[in-house]
Nanobody, 122 residues
Framework: QVQLVESGGGLVQAGGSLRLSCVGSGFTFSEYAMAWFRRAPGKEHEFVALTSWSGDDQQYAETVLGRFTISRDNAKNTVYLQMNSLKPEDTAVYYC???????????????WGQGTQVTVSS
């Protein structure tokens, strides 16, 4: 059973940085593409970034391109999201997702874990 546990969120001022982590278990982590999504209050889940199983390929939403970096450590079953130059509009609960290909994980629609709250103050 796939289990994903997100952590690293918090309260930060605009322009600041945070690094999120997501630890996977219950599946062969190194064989799965991984992604980050977010859900702002009153909105649907939004794709943020994804990485291939090897970490060699990444994709980003236009809204975070150049500010966020996704990476993974397959030895630790962990995917990271380094968030720099944070803006108030980045405020959301952030979730990670796993699936067998980049296209599948980008289209992921749940179920979701508990996520980690990121709040950016202006």
């Amino acid at each position: 059973q796939v289990q994903l546990v997100e952590s690293g969120g918090g309260l930060v001022q605009a322009g600041g940085s945070l690094r999120l982590s997501c630890v996977g278990s219950g599946f062969t982590f190194s064989e799965y593409a991984m992604a980050w999504f977010r859900r702002a209050p009153g909105k649907e889940h939004e794709f943020v970034a994804l990485t291939s199983w090897s970490g060699d390929d990444q994709q980003y939403a236009e809204t975070v391109l150049g500010r966020f970096t996704i990476s993974r450590d397959n030895a630790k079953n962990t995917v990271y999201l380094q968030m720099n130059s944070l803006k108030p509009e980045d405020t959301a609960v952030y979730y990670c997702a796993a699936d067998l290909s980049m296209s599948l994980v980008k289209a992921y629609s749940g179920p979701w874990g508990q996520g980690t709250q990121v709040t950016v103050s202006s």
